[in-house]
């Protein structure tokens, strides 16, 4: 990004492309929800259902060159960074044409073309990968910006304060965006940190940090400029706490004995895509068709995913052992 | 340490009721436990082996930690060199790797440094294994590789009578002892008498005898090694199998027996191949009963590659019953 542009952009066109960018990833994760009851999709699964404004109003603003760390939770960043839907189904289906030839399924969806660093299924353990890819653009005098996405949980974590202090430290061009949805599987936040106030944490590493509603994909995008803007600028970096809820289960094996369904329900209302929606309505800046339209497009490439899954081949089984060295130094079975 | 027998009673059981019921037996026979891990409490744990036991047990006892491995473990140890005997969750062996500078810098020297002046009487339960789909990070076998470590004791109950009997006696013990429970066990039902209580941890078992090889597994490979034993009886071939139980120490005695006996023997480990434990129980073979055996030793462990997501590479990744039977019939010259 070039121009600061603090301001948020408000045209009708650009509205909808947001909506339709949440909506994409509801509805491609419904079908998933649908696909994983079918067992077409099997091991764990973690879905972003109320979350998307995050990765919506975020991964948009980042350029090409740009690198993305993401958690097990990532099906939303992935799609909205443009990893082609049909590659991510395959992947949750375990394809070989899947986005990473089916060896990661749900969790680990990598993507090399646009720089998507996956997908880790160990909390935290993102934190300080990314800070090693921001290093290296920081030694090559690169102005690439490093987004880094972690849960609330991944906070209590060793490997996110040593994260953001050598961040901190060395002045790397990383932004840390802590999608704060209040829970860490059955733990809620106020179990797991002594200060609930997560952006407060930055302080304490002197990072220029900033809290948003994370429901609201417009401020999230808002606070996203003026953060990537800021790290670009800098090359330091910033933190970002975007408050947030998920609405399902924490995966397929989640019963939520830890939560009342009153909470989640509360919670619904305040749906990033229901907020844009209703927004837009008050503002009179959607036509009835609007969304109905939309929906038929993104049922349309789900369809073509979907397709594109099934239509998958598995990897033979003497393929086993690949990809565990760089060239098969070990012959198969050794 | 009785095996508890006396038939009082016979019940319907899960390998994780047992473990439950050994937990909520152990907290409440001493109050000196307590469980602390990820998501033991509120959630009802990962694998619902904790369920309803905070509401039982309260907080004090079922303790929900922070994501903090290395934390909340460095805390179990030094709560145990201070008098409690805690037991430390640390949800599935792919985690415990953000505490294995605690358990190994730790717990497992801390005796030896302080010559002798301090101990740590702390049990760490874990989940271990492959077989969920859940792919190369949450799938790892890493028991054979703590069993390495001198300072600790490795136990992998695979039996009812085990999940339910080898956490008091773990408890007991002075050292740190780490127990596997392999995540394809918590559904295993059976019978287990209603009296089952502390078991001892430093035999190996003998689970079928045979005279024609020996099979020398633990954990969740003893099921698929047992039906790869009744498989091959059916083909008039005996087998003996041998559940490690413990693989620190290890019960040299009880395998140099068997394998003495039927001069040979095959290794089901589903811990990767180079550098297994079934690599050193191969060579304690060779050590101590090479002279006994009338062909060479064989193992069928994980490939050597990280775990894959799709169902059909899980499979073949990991030691399965087939595999098992072409191990035994190489060894016996057998088509
Ligand atoms: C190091 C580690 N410990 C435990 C787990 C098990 N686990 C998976 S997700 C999760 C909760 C993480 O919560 P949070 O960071 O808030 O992310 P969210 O799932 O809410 O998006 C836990 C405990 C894990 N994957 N990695
Ligand atoms: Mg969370």
Not at chain 2, 176 to 185: G, S, T, Y
Request: glycine letters at 8%.
């Amino acid at each position: 990004m070039t121009a600061p542009a603090e301001k948020p952009r408000l045209s009708r066109e650009h509205m909808l492309d947001l909506l339709k960018q949440m909506i994409r990833i509801r509805r491609f994760e419904d079908k998933c929800y649908e696909l994983y009851t079918q067992e077409k999709i099997r091991g764990f699964m973690h879905l972003y259902d109320g979350e998307e404004a995050v990765a919506v109003g975020i991964i948009p603003l980042l350029e090409k060159r740009d690198r993305i760390v993401a958690t097990y939770r990532e099906h939303g960043q992935a799609l909205v960074r443009g990893v082609p839907m049909t590659t991510v189904m395959a992947e949750m289906y375990g394809k070989q044409e899947g986005c990473s030839h089916g060896r990661g399924g749900s969790m680990h969806l990598f993507d090399q073309a646009t720089n998507f660093y996956g997908g880790n299924a160990i909390v935290g353990g993102g934190l300080p990968l990314s800070i090693g890819l921001a290093l290296a653009d920081h030694i090559q005098r690169s102005d690439i910006v490093t987004t880094c996405f972690f849960g609330d949980g991944a906070v209590a974590e060793g490997e996110f304060h040593e994260s953001m202090n050598l961040a901190a430290l060395w002045g790397l061009p990383v932004l840390f965006v802590c999608e704060n949805n209040l829970y860490a599987m059955g733990t809620a936040l106020a179990i797991s940190e002594s200060e609930t106030n997560i952006q407060q944490k930055a302080a304490c590493y002197r990072m220029a940090s900033e809290a948003v509603d994370g429901m609201d994909v417009i401020a999230v995008e808002a606070a996203g400029r003026r953060a990537i803007h800021a790290v670009r600028e800098s090359g330091k970096p910033y933190f970002l706490e975007c408050r947030t809820y998920r609405f399902r289960a924490h995966s397929m094996f989640d019963a939520q004995l830890y939560r009342d369904k009153a909470e989640v329900d509360a919670w619904r209302k305040k749906g990033p895509i229901m907020h844009l929606q209703g927004w837009l309505q008050a503002n009179q800046m959607i036509h009835p068709e609007d969304v109905p339209h939309m929906e038929a497009d993104i049922d349309a490439e789900i369809a073509e995913a979907i397709a594109f899954a099934e239509a998958g081949t598995w990897e033979p089984v003497e393929q086993l052992t690949r990809f565990t060295y760089a060239e098969s130094i070990f012959p198969a079975n050794r | 340490m009785q095996q508890a027998t006396t038939q009082s009673g016979i019940i319907d059981t899960s390998y994780r009721e047992a473990v439950r019921e050994a937990i909520r037996d152990a907290i409440k026979r001493d109050e000196r436990v307590f469980l602390m891990g990820e998501d033991i409490g509120r959630y009802g744990g990962c694998y619902a082996v904790t369920k309803g036991l905070l509401a039982e047990l309260g907080p004090e006892r079922i303790r929900d930690t922070p994501l903090s491995e290395s934390g909340f473990t460095g805390a179990g140890i030094g709560a145990a060199m201070a008098g409690m005997r805690p037991i430390v969750e640390l949800m599935t062996v792919n985690f415990s790797l953000l505490a294995l500078d605690q358990i190994l810098n730790t717990a497992a020297t801390v005796r030896h440094m302080s010559g002798n002046q301090c101990g740590v009487p702390l049990v760490i339960r874990m989940a271990t294994g492959a077989g969920r789909q859940l792919a190369a990070q949450h799938s790892h076998s890493l028991e054979g590789w703590y069993a390495h470590i001198p300072g600790l004791k490795v136990l992998t109950p695979a039996t009812l009578e085990d999940a339910r009997g080898m956490l008091w006696t773990a408890l007991e013990d002075p050292d740190p002892v780490l127990i596997f429970e392999n995540v394809m066990l918590y559904n295993m039902t059976g019978k287990l008498a209603t009296d089952a209580g502390p078991v001892g941890i430093d035999k190996a078992a003998v689970r079928r005898t045979g005279r024609d090889i020996s099979l020398i597994t633990y954990g969740g490979s003893l099921w698929k090694t047992i039906e790869a034993a009744t498989a091959l009886a059916a083909q008039g071939i005996e087998a003996e199998v041998i559940d490690l139980r413990s693989l620190r120490p290890l019960d040299d005695a009880t395998i140099m027996t068997s394998v003495t006996k039927t001069r040979r023997a095959v290794i089901v480990d589903e811990g990767w191949r180079s550098g297994s434990l079934a690599a050193e129980v191969g060579m304690r073979i060779v050590e101590q009963a090479f002279w006994a055996l009338d062909a060479p030793i064989g193992r069928v462990c994980s490939e050597e590659v990280p775990i894959p997501y799709p169902s059909h590479l899980e499979s073949a990744a990991i030691p399965q019953t087939p595999k098992i039977v072409a191990a035994v019939k190489a060894a016996l010259g057998r088509p």
